[in-house]
C-alpha cells in the first residue's frame, strides 16, 4: 500500500528528493551526503521508489 505521506514525512527522504531533482545520482553518491550507510539510504530510496516517487534503472553495475 502506498503511503506517499509518510514517505515524505521524513526530512532525510525530502532532501534526497531534492538532490535527485537536479541529477541522477546512485545510493553511494547520496551517502556522501549524509552521515549514514549505503544501506540506510538505500532503504529510504526504497521507501521513495515504492510511493512511486523516485524511479531507478540499471546503468552497468549500478542501479
Same mark, same amino acid.
Given at each position: 500500500m502506498k503511503d506517499i505521506f509518510k514517505a515524505?514525512? +521524513?526530512?532525510?527522504?525530502?532532501? /534526497?528528493l531534492e538532490m535527485l531533482k537536479d541529477e541522477k545520482m546512485? =545510493?553511494?553518491? /547520496? =551517502?556522501?551526503?549524509? +552521515?549514514m550507510? $549505503?544501506?540506510?539510504?538505500s532503504q529510504h530510496l526504497k /521507501?521513495?521508489?515504492?510511493?512511486d516517487l523516485i524511479y531507478s534503472e540499471r $546503468?552497468?553495475?549500478? /542501479?
Open positions: 515524505l514525512s +521524513d526530512e532525510t527522504r525530502r532532501e /534526497i546512485t =545510493a553511494s553518491d /547520496i =551517502a556522501s551526503h549524509f +552521515d550507510s $549505503q544501506a540506510s539510504v /521507501i521513495l521508489r515504492l510511493n $546503468q552497468g553495475k549500478y /542501479i
